[in-house]
């Protein structure tokens, strides 16, 4: 195969791997066609006031200070003296729009709508607000839209801010909380003067929602233990308290309005959110007026953490939910359908009702839970052979109706209590059900998707080996056999064509399903390659055959290891540090490999330290430009003087001063810009130009550099520097400098191990030019060592994505990190550059290895 051909397959096929982990893990969990209900009984509310504090962890609220005192007096006294109090547990990701999902429409987010940046909906979804007879919201631009452009109808209207008032730098972000509820409060007013608006605010079964973002975004700039965050929390308990008196006068104090104040998510210490860490997922929960039960005193009561005794309320019965659960408490509060979409179960120790409300609810509840189960399997049996199809054995037929007919005969014979365990049961199965139909051809396309995998990696092997290696010298082709794969082969493929289309399956199904068949044709018709690798082996040293598959497992294992821990890398490093040690490198050439084993050892501190973002330290962003300036600089003077031929053209060196101009603009606009947003200032529209620029420049600037080894590597590490320091804000500024010596040492290590086998390379390294075209077939045959150096490479690469965090953790980036460049908050945009700024780890160790594999040939 042509080898352009060959890179571009390579490329589709792994592109069809991505996509298919998102078809396989991440695919919408909702489902259509399931028709509304709601509780028959007259419900405690008529209305419904829902404020979520966007950003407030569960002890910012609950805590008290040293000297006792609450950051939110008011709802402190709604704990103790009027209503019902819990912490709300969400789940990952902890982002205000699969929260606000949770809350709202009570299922857990489409992991797609990240796509989308959290703010449209990729699938249309039923939620409290359209089911309401009429909504009014107040809020942030990013929340609002997204529920009012899914209801049904023109009865959710939204009032928000511009989105460029959600400015981290600019001025205190308590700001956005009090236009919220300076607005509900002209909005109360108005209405008097407004019958038509009056009217409506009379009617039943209508909700008041208010997202305040103001904590969240005070908790991004200036963490959750600042004064700031503090602040804000007693700005919104006062707002609160404010709120509560107009709604109690505007209504005459008619003890018909319930309300619940949540939150969306929490934050951990330094400020970020999106994973799963305690602070993140515990939210809390405080419900009061119409339907809600009194505080509820208890002598003890047992939970998995301490965090009673910390709060100061031992003594008060503390009601945990699932995030879901909200939504179902909400719409019977009201007494409108549940959500069709809701995986909630009603949280009942909430409720202030009879006992037959509370029965009635749960089994509307259990009734809307049990549509969506007959709904999923009615789809996946439609898309599936009778004979093949397998059902959801613990919820049959006749078992839902078994408890449909026990539950409905105890309401009536006034067995509440018996009732509401029936309904139970049946909501946990029909929920177990739901997840069994949703994850039914996980296994099918797993399979599938990972047989492609391995042949093609069995074909990529295959391919070096019939390039680089004699094995294949002394075998004959049989042509009679080829024309029998091909017809096998074929009719495979067209056999999954019929199976599939009988079964009327997703269009990506077939690309998942018929991919094997072309790849594991092309490996088996390799066999005269597969029959000599095999001969090879039978012939090589059981011994060393069975050391090297060790050592090699061992490898693969510390970096399966490091995706969870992430010290395990060091460990690598370290051995790695130790590896010439073993070998005659160390007698050859000792200043080489000391350099090699410090190197190592530096690199391999980094994975041991915090994951980046924690602690601020722009002193080591300054370091690190200085450092590496001093680094560039050096080199370049001892290149320019010492080196028996001159490389550098004046041009060339115009490239160089301009990169290292870079790299002193972005040191000082880092820091000037952190000064300044401290200071609420704002960001500096210079820096921000000049933050731009860089970025760039970082793109172009290298291809015009001098196209020797060094020098070229010498300019991407200038280049990939400045905007990494611009995005940088602690110790991961050092990292890409580290990384690089690492790779710099490497290429001279790489060097001695090929003239220990024998090999000899002509040119020197600095001769050594990207602009030469290479020949692949003039590369030298394969050797052990290649394994090795396989494995260096990818090494590197897990170290790179991991060496000073988790790539995964652009979910719950600091902005902070962007600040140079926008601090108006924009998801897609700061996180393309989160992106970016891991970009230069990679980029960086893809350019070296390419030329340790050169000099490998």
Not at 144 to 159: C, E, Q, R, S
Not at 736 to 760: C, D, Q, R, T, Y
């Amino acid at each position: 195969m042509d080898m352009r051909v060959f890179i571009v397959a390579g490329l589709l096929v792994h592109c069809v791997f991505l996509i298919s982990i998102f078809d396989i893990y991440f695919t919408s969990p909702l489902v259509h066609g399931m028709t509304p209900h709601q509780t028959p009984l007259p419900p405690p509310a008529q209305r419904l006031v829902l404020l979520v504090a966007d950003g407030l962890r569960a002890d910012s609220l609950y805590e008290l200070d040293d000297s006792g005192t609450s950051n939110a007096p008011y709802l402190r006294n709604i704990i103790e003296n009027k209503g019902s109090w819990g912490v709300s547990h969400t789940r990952v990701p902890t982002e205000s729009r699969p929260g606000h999902v949770a809350l709202i429409a009570g299922f857990y987010e489409d992991v797609s709508a990240v796509a989308r940046g959290w703010k449209e909906n990729p699938v249309e979804f039923d939620s409290l607000f359209n089911e309401s007879k009429y909504t009014w919201s107040w809020g942030s631009p990013d929340i609002l839209p997204m529920f009012a452009k899914g209801a049904t109808g023109d009865h959710v209207y939204i009032n928000c801010y511009k989105a460029e008032r959600e400015d981290f730098a600019v001025e205190d972000a308590t700001v956005l909380d009090t236009w919220v509820f300076d607005n509900v409060k002209d909005f109360f007013n108005s209405s008097r003067n407004n019958n038509t608006l009056f009217s409506k605010l009379h009617e039943p079964k209508i909700v008041f929602f208010l997202h305040l973002l103001g904590i969240d975004t005070n908790g991004h700039a200036h963490r959750p233990h600042s004064r700031e965050y503090k602040n804000n929390i007693r700005a919104v308990d006062e707002g609160v308290k404010e709120i509560v008196s107009v709604i109690e006068d505007f209504y005459g104090s008619d003890d018909n309005t319930a309300f619940i104040l949540t939150s969306d998510h929490g934050m951990t210490d330094w400020g970020t959110h999106g994973a799963g860490h305690p602070s993140e997922t515990l939210t809390p929960l405080v419900a009061w007026g119409a339907g809600i039960k009194s505080p509820q005193r208890v002598a003890s009561q047992q939970f998995e953490d301490d965090f009673l005794k910390d709060w100061k309320l031992e003594t008060l019965k503390r009601q945990d939910v699932n995030q879901a659960d909200i939504a179902p408490l909400m719409t019977s509060l009201i007494g409108v359908p549940f959500p069709l979409n809701s995986v909630g179960v009603l949280p009942l120790e909430y409720l202030n009702t009879s006992d037959h409300f509370k029965a009635e609810s749960m089994f509307t509840n259990a009734v809307q839970h049990l549509e969506q189960f007959k709904v999923k399997m009615a789809q996946k049996k439609k898309t599936t052979l009778p004979f093949l199809f397998s059902p959801f054995k613990s919820l049959s037929d006749s078992e839902q109706i078994n408890i449909l007919r026990k539950a409905r005969a105890s309401i009536q014979n006034e067995k509440y209590e018996e009732a509401v365990s029936l309904c139970k049961n049946l909501i946990s199965l029909s929920l177990e059900g739901l997840s069994y139909y949703h994850t039914y051809d996980r296994l099918f396309l797993g399979v599938s998707v990972a047989m492609g995998f391995i042949g093609w990696t069995f074909y990529v092997i295959l391919v070096i080996i019939k390039a680089h290696t004699s094995l294949t010298r002394n075998v004959t082709i049989n042509k009679v056999a080829g024309s029998l794969f091909q017809c096998t082969f074929l009719a495979v493929g067209i056999f999954i064509i019929i199976f599939l289309a009988i079964q009327s399956l997703p269009w990506t199904y077939y690309i998942y399903c018929l991919l094997p068949v072309p790849i594991w044709y092309a490996v088996l018709k390799e066999y005269p390659v597969i029959q000599g690798m095999i001969t090879f082996l039978l012939n090589f040293q059981r011994t060393q055959f069975v050391g090297f598959l060790l050592v090699y497992t061992l490898g693969i294992e510390i970096l399966v290891f490091s995706f969870f821990y992430r010290a395990a890398l060091s460990f690598g490093l370290i051995a790695f540090a130790a590896w010439p040690l073993v070998t005659q490198l160390w007698t050859k050439a000792k200043t080489t490999v000391l350099s090699w084993i410090l190197s190592c050892l530096l690199l391999a501190v980094f994975p041991l330290m915090p994951v980046v973002g924690r602690e601020a330290n722009l002193s080591l962003v300054t370091a690190a430009g200085l450092l590496t300036l001093l680094v560039a600089s050096s080199y370049l003077v001892s290149y320019f003087w010492k080196s028996n031929k001159n490389y550098l053209h004046h041009k060339d060196l115009k490239i160089y001063l301009f990169q290292l101009l870079s790299l002193v603009l972005s040191t000082y606009v880092v820091n000037n810009t952190h000064r300044s947003v401290q200071s609420k200032q704002g960001l500096p529209v210079i820096n921000q130009i000049i933050s731009w620029t860089i970025l760039a420049s970082s793109l172009i600037v290298p291809l015009l550099s001098p196209t020797f080894l060094f020098l070229r590597l010498l300019s991407i590490l200038l280049s990939l520097m400045s905007p990494y320091l611009l995005l940088s804000t602690g110790y991961e500024a050092l990292f890409p400098l580290a990384l690089a010596l690492l790779m710099f040492v490497w290429i001279n290590v790489e060097k001695e191990a090929i003239h220990l086998h024998g090999a000899s390379l002509n040119p020197k390294l600095a001769a050594l030019s990207f602009s030469n075209a290479t020949d692949i077939t003039q590369f030298r045959q394969l050797h052990v060592d290649d394994i090795r150096r396989s494995f260096f490479f990818l090494f590197f690469i897990v170290t790179a994505f991991f060496g000073t965090g988790n790539i995964a953790s652009v979910n719950s980036f600091d902005p902070t990190s962007v600040y140079c460049f926008l601090t108006v908050f924009s998801p897609f945009l700061m996180g393309g550059l989160l992106l970016w700024k891991a970009f230069p780890h990679c980029s960086c160790d893809f350019r070296h290895h390419g030329f340790a594999l050169l000099l490998s040939g």
